[in-house]
């Protein structure tokens, strides 16, 4: 049985056949992690795979459900990064997932240039607030505002991280699209797929997945919408799919 410390516990990962520990006092996966591991191309039989800013390693956890290739999760927090080895290790996905406990700005020297041929990131949202208003929890303000990674930091670094050609993609809010864009065109990272996420219809999207390709032609696609709830606050069945499995 894996360890669990303070107020932790263990959870299904959803539609899949794993266990993931959470804590609401340390780190608990989103919504947004579990679409951007949905909406990332992955290889399916080979291949190598980084994910930046892993938090507790959900996304890893998610992806090796996709491929047969190495993923390998960054995450900053040493309390963390210790919740996604134990996960990893309870999975039994040891020989496929590898965690580093670093920076993401220090990985493509440590791990090396263009060596992934797919990038996934769920960097922090928010420009670094005042001092006052930082969240009192660390965990939780390290991951939510750009105090340790900024936007530019993590394109900067998935760019040099992917190979020529490879796939990077990211979740993050609409509100920053045309900083997303612009930083991805001047790290030689191409837009090639883009959706919208809404809370519900006829509300505003609240969710932006972008995925680009490293020196790829311009063509961008805009794919349909994605809807999370209906009229009666129930997931829609596509959001039911991608969480539970259910048509």
Avoid: W
């Avoid at 090796?64 to 963390?80: A, Y």
């Avoid at 240039?113 to 928010?126: I, Q």
């Avoid at 519900?200 to 794919?223: F, H, M, S, W, Y």
């Amino acid at each position: 049985m894996v360890p669990l410390k303070g107020d932790e516990r263990l959870d299904y990962l959803l539609a899949e056949d794993l266990r993931i520990i959470q804590s609401p006092s340390v780190f608990s996966f989103s919504m947004d992690a579990v679409l951007l591991a949905k909406f990332a191309y992955v290889p399916i039989q080979k291949g190598n795979i980084i994910d930046l800013c892993s938090g507790n390693g959900v996304i890893p956890l998610f992806l090796s459900t996709r491929t047969k290739g190495n993923i390998t999760g960054v995450e900053i927090q040493e309390r963390l990064f210790d919740m996604a080895v134990r996960s990893i290790e309870y999975n039994g996905l040891e020989e496929k997932i590898h965690m580093i406990n670093g920076d993401i700005k220090e990985m493509p020297q440590k791990v090396g240039f263009g060596k992934f041929d797919v990038v996934t990131c769920n960097p922090p949202y928010f420009p670094t607030p005042s001092i006052e208003e930082i969240n009192e929890n660390e965990h939780l303000a390290y991951a939510r505002h750009e105090i340790l990674c900024t936007l530019e930091d993590a394109i900067r670094a998935s760019s040099q991280l992917v190979k020529q050609g490879g796939k990077v993609a990211f979740v993050h809010r609409p509100g920053r699209l045309l900083d997303i864009i612009t930083l991805m065109r001047q790290y030689r990272l191409e837009p090639k797929r883009i959706q919208f996420v809404y809370p519900k219809e006829g509300k505003e999207a609240n969710t932006l997945l972008i995925e680009g390709i490293k020196d790829g032609n311009p063509d961008v696609k805009i794919l349909q919408p994605l809807i999370v709830y209906n009229e009666e606050n129930e997931y829609t069945p596509v959001i039911k799919k991608i969480l539970y499995g259910e048509e």
